[in-house]
Each structure stands twice: as structure tokens, then as C-alpha cells.
């Protein structure tokens, strides 16, 4: 069975103060998806528990993933026991999936170690995915020659318009959609608003918004296969 690395944000603040953390149907519709295919190990920077954004908890609340995910043992268990980046050995896993919120646009994307993780995979040619906000997290990360993951590809993940429409510019660091055209992707979204969108370029695997979730949990488990 393959072995697939959620990873989820340590932050839980956002620059402007407010609450966040990792965004609860980003996690739980792509856990649901690869869960009976696939083993699954959760991570985050500082390790067991990482912080979950309240304000998800409360938008999804009749969301039956979500619901079962927040209540589910077995995902109670990861994240009790889940792992610091630092103490990942990237061979243990097919590929590594980086959950979104905006607590990922804070810590990991100037993290040393995350970087240095994705590189890891990415120079094995295993899967990196990320959904939403997730793809913050792969900004840092260059391949062996030095270059940003995104040069030449085509990437999706949070668009301007919905970061503005959730009214939390002010709250990161960057706005995502520009951060990726500047490293060199080709930006690409949905025709509408919260639209769902999955790109696949090579072993890069990125979803533009919760919508999407689902969708990057099937895109990794096509690819896994």
C-alpha cells in the first residue's frame, strides 16, 4: 500500500491577530479519498496537534466529512502522534500533501526545513500536491539546479479575487496567485469564483480552493497508482 504525508501548519495567527490554522474539509474530503488506498502519516512543524481554523469548523459544520473527520479515532490518533517536520525521512513516503488555511501562508513557506523536504521529494520524482493555501507552502522549495518548483509549470491554488472576497489580504504575508506568477508558474483557475480546479504538471498536483479538495485526493490516488 503507498504512504502518503498530510502536512498541516503550526500557526495559529494570522498577521493581522486573528485565529487560523489548517482548513478542516481540505484535510478531511482528500483523507477520506485516499484513506482505504493508501497509508496516511501526518506532520507539522511543530508536531503533534497542529491547529485547526475555527472559522472552518463553524463554515463546514454540516459538512459530513468534516463532522466524521473531527470525531474520527483514527485521525485523532494522527494527530496526536503527529510527526515535526524535522523528524521526516522522505523515503518513508510515495508523496507529501500540504493542507491549506492561511496558517500555511505564515510558517511554512520560510521554514528551512520544509524546503528542504519538498526538495527531497520532488528530486525523487514523488508526488507534491497541496490544495488552497497549501501550494504557500511550496514557494520556498527549489529543485537541484536551484530553480523554483513552479518555473514552467502550470500551477493553481487561492485565487486574488477569493482571497479578497474572504477579506483576508491584510491577514498574509503575499497573495498566492502572484507569489506563483513571479517564481515563473503559469497561473491557472476556475472560470467562476470558488469554481473547483485540479492541475496536474508532472509530479506537481495543486487544487485552487476547498472546492478542489476532494479532486487532489483523487488526482494523488490516480498518480499513486
Known amino acids: 500500500m503507498p504512504s502518503v504525508l498530510f502536512v498541516f501548519t503550526s ?5 493581522s491577530g486573528g485565529q487560523t490554522g489548517w482548513y478542516l474539509p481540505e484535510a478531511a474530503h482528500p483523507y477520506y479519498v485516499l484513506s482505504p488506498h493508501a497509508t496516511i502519516d501526518f506532520a507539522a512543524p511543530k ?20 463532522v466524521k473527520f473531527q470525531k ?6 494522527k494527530f496526536a502522534g503527529a510527526k515535526k517536520l524535522s523528524d521526516v525521512d522522505f523515503k518513508d513516503y510515495d508523496a507529501i500533501f500540504y493542507v ?19 526538495q527531497q521529494f520532488w528530486d525523487s520524482g514523488k508526488i507534491v500536491a497541496a490544495v488552497c493555501h497549501g501550494p504557500a507552502a511550496l514557494t520556498g522549495a527549489v529543485d537541484a539546479a536551484g530553480r523554483s518548483i513552479f518555473t514552467g509549470r502550470t500551477v493553481t491554488g487561492f485565487s486574488n479575487e477569493e482571497e479578497e472576497q474572504a477579506g483576508k489580504v491584510k491577514d498574509v504575508p503575499f497573495l498566492l496567485e502572484d507569489k506563483i506568477v513571479q517564481l515563473g508558474g503559469k497561473y491557472v483557475k476556475a ?11 508532472g509530479h506537481l498536483i495543486t487544487g485552487q480552493n476547498p472546492a478542489s479538495a476532494a479532486g487532489v485526493g ?8
Open 191 to 201: 472560470d467562476e469564483v470558488w469554481g473547483e480546479k485540479v492541475v496536474v504538471d
Open 100 to 118: 491549506g488555511g492561511h496558517g500555511p501562508v505564515i510558517d511554512l513557506p520560510t521554514d528551512p526545513i520544509n524546503a528542504r523536504l519538498i
Open 47 to 66: 508536531g503533534p496537534n497542529p491547529p485547526v481554523d475555527e472559522g472552518s469548523v463553524k463554515a463546514f459544520a454540516s459538512d459530513p466529512d468534516s
Open 218 to 225: 483523487k488526482a494523488i490516488l490516480k498518480a499513486l497508482k
Open 72 to 77: 474520527d479515532e483514527t485521525a485523532k490518533s
Open 11 to 15: 500557526a495559529d495567527k494570522t498577521l
